[in-house]
């Protein structure tokens, strides 16, 4: 068996997970500053989505240059939840998941009982909003890849 798929299969088993080893889940103290942390990254996200309202950086032409943007930003924003953390190999995806997870609520809720706080136009909310899932896409595939990268190396 190839010795990068044994040691993805032990990474993943309950063996593993109770072996003392590092598990995919996060402990309470990696959860306490992840989830901070990730209502700090939604609010500056959404106060960024308010700020630029008016400028017209999401839709046509800009919303590329805008998506574009988001490839680094996204990047370095799913290293600093590694950093902040505390993630060992195997729990970037984890660390992400729940990162989003917080940032989803955090979004339901404002987008259902205070739209205002992404500019309030239902353009500009929309757009924004595009915006926010292409973010998330890239926050799961930036996990991924580092992941992936992590177990090449072995």
């Known amino acids: 068996m190839n010795p990068k798929v044994r040691t993805l299969q032990q990474s993943v088993s309950v063996d593993h997970w109770n072996s003392g080893q590092t598990s995919l889940f996060l402990k ?8 901070p942390f990730s209502v700090l990254l939604w609010f500056v996200a959404a106060i960024f989505i308010q700020s630029v309202k008016g400028i017209g950086i999401f839709g046509g032409t ?3 240059l805008t998506f574009l943007v988001l490839i680094p930003v996204s990047w370095i924003s799913v290293l600093a939840i590694r950093w902040v953390g505390g993630l060992q ?3 970037t995806i984890s660390g992400v998941t729940v990162g989003l997870a917080t ?9 259902t009982w205070t739209p ?16 926010i899932l292409w973010g ?8 991924y890849i580092l992941e992936m990268n992590d177990f ?3």
Do not use: C, M, W
């Open 116 to 131: 205002g706080l992404y500019g309030g136009e239902p353009q500009h909310v929309l757009f924004g909003g595009a915006s």
């Open 136 to 143: 998330v896409g890239l926050f799961l595939l930036s996990a």
């Open 103 to 111: 940032a989803t609520f955090l979004d339901a809720v404002a987008l």
């Open 152 to 154: 090449r190396r072995g």
């Open 89 to 91: 190999k195997g729990q």
């Open 62 to 64: 800009n919303g590329v």
């Open 28 to 35: 309470s103290s990696q959860l306490l500053r992840v989830i």
